[in-house]
Antibody
Framework: EVQLVESGGGLVQPGGSLRLSCAASGFTFSSYDMNWVRQAPGKGPEWVSGITGSGRSTYYADYVKGRFTISRENSKNTLYLQMNSLRAEDTAVYYC???????????????WGQGTMVTVSS | DIQMTQSPSSLSASIGDRVTITCRAS??????LAWYQQKPGKAPKLLLY???RLEGGVPSRFSGSGSGTDYTLTISSLQPEDFATYYC?????????FGQGTKVEIK
């Protein structure tokens, strides 16, 4: 069974840091581009960051560039998101999402984790 | 960034109704469009990709169409389990962007 399980969320003060993890199983992890997508309470999903299967290329939304770092450890089937200089507006459920691989380049997200809540508040 | 605009933002419908949701992109996206269903407290679930291709396991009452900047999601006969929020997403040009959502409620 294809599964993504996020962890690492929690309550953090503004300016603080968190590291999210996403453990993947049921598919050849290194063959797929992966992403982080967040969703603030009552809002729609918002793409945060993406990484190619090899890990060689990474991409960021403007609002997290320079503060967040995406990485992956294919030997451990795990995706990470290091979040620094957190702001109140980063408060959201963070999902890891697998790209479907139906075409090269960007494509749809065919599998999502259950999400982990990040709350930035003093 | 490509802006995705969905309409309506919400609708009320009855079991068995035909429901259509539209999504307009701020520029042509060459069918690089996905539709997701989200229920409260759950992650989005992929329904269709490439504008009209049904994801495995998704009921055939869901269909998608469109081209250029304008796309539609149709539910041919609304079922109780279809009451949810639906989002479109473009992946033609980074960053991937989502519509604001359409909430389908029971009439």
């Amino acid at each position: 069974e294809v599964q993504l399980v996020e962890s690492g969320g929690g309550l953090v003060q503004p300016g603080g840091s968190l590291r999210l993890s996403c453990a993947a199983s049921g598919f050849t992890f290194s063959s797929y581009d992966m992403n982080w997508v967040r969703q603030a309470p009552g809002k729609g999903p918002e793409w945060v960051s993406g990484i190619t299967g090899s890990g060689r290329s990474t991409y960021y939304a403007d609002y997290v560039k320079g503060r967040f770092t995406i990485s992956r450890e294919n030997s451990k089937n795990t995706l990470y998101l290091q979040m620094n200089s957190l702001r109140a507006e980063d408060t959201a459920v963070y999902y890891c999402a697998k790209e479907s691989g139906y075409r090269s380049g960007w494509d749809a997200f065919d599998m999502w984790g259950q999400g982990t809540m990040v709350t930035v508040s003093s | 960034d490509i802006q995705m605009t969905q309409s309506p933002s919400s609708l009320s419908a009855s079991i068995g109704d035909r429901v259509t949701i539209t999504c307009r992109a701020s520029q042509a996206i060459s069918n690089s469009l996905a539709w997701y269903q989200q229920k409260p407290g759950k992650a989005p679930k992929l329904l269709l990709y490439a504008a009209s291709r049904l994801e495995g396991g998704v009921p055939s009452r869901f269909s998608g169409s469109g081209s250029g900047t304008d796309y539609t999601l149709t539910i041919s006969s609304l079922q109780p389990e279809d009451f949810a929020t639906y989002y479109c997403q473009q992946f033609s040009s980074p960053p991937p962007t989502f519509g604001q959502g359409t909430k389908v409620e029971i009439k």
